[in-house]
Nanobody, 124 residues
Framework: QVQLVESGGGLVQAGGSLRLSCVASGRTFSHSLMAWFRQAPGKEREFVTAISWSSESTYYADSVKGRFTISRDNAKNTVYLQMNSLKPEDTAVYYC?????????????????WGQGTQVTVSS
């Protein structure tokens, strides 16, 4: 079993930055793919970005490409999401997720474990 705890959310003005963290505990996650999803009120949970266990491969949704950066520190069992140039449309609850086996994919159904989420609110 893997437990995921996100932190770092908050209220920020448009154009500002936030850094989210997700700490994993329980089973080792060093060989698992990690991802971030987000869910805005009244909308489906959507893929944001993912990173392979070695950090060699990353993938971003078009809506965040060039503004968000995913990274991970396997020694700390932590994945990060650096969010720059934030926009009001980035407002959502952000979730980290683990896919134990498989390649990067935007389909939330293939992810095995989820955190409880952290709220990000971007004011205009």
């Amino acid at each position: 079993q893997v437990q995921l705890v996100e932190s770092g959310g908050g209220l920020v003005q448009a154009g500002g930055s936030l850094r989210l963290s997700c700490v994993a505990s329980g089973r080792t996650f060093s060989h698992s793919l990690m991802a971030w999803f987000r869910q805005a009120p009244g909308k489906e949970r959507e893929f944001v970005t993912a990173i392979s266990w070695s950090s060699e491969s990353t993938y971003y949704a078009d809506s965040v490409k060039g503004r968000f950066t995913i990274s991970r520190d396997n020694a700390k069992n932590t994945v990060y999401l650096q969010m720059n140039s934030l926009k009001p449309e980035d407002t959502a609850v952000y979730y980290c997720a683990v896919r134990r086996i498989g390649t990067i994919a935007p389909n939330r159904a293939v992810y095995d474990y989820w955190g409880q989420g952290t709220q990000v609110t971007v004011s205009s």
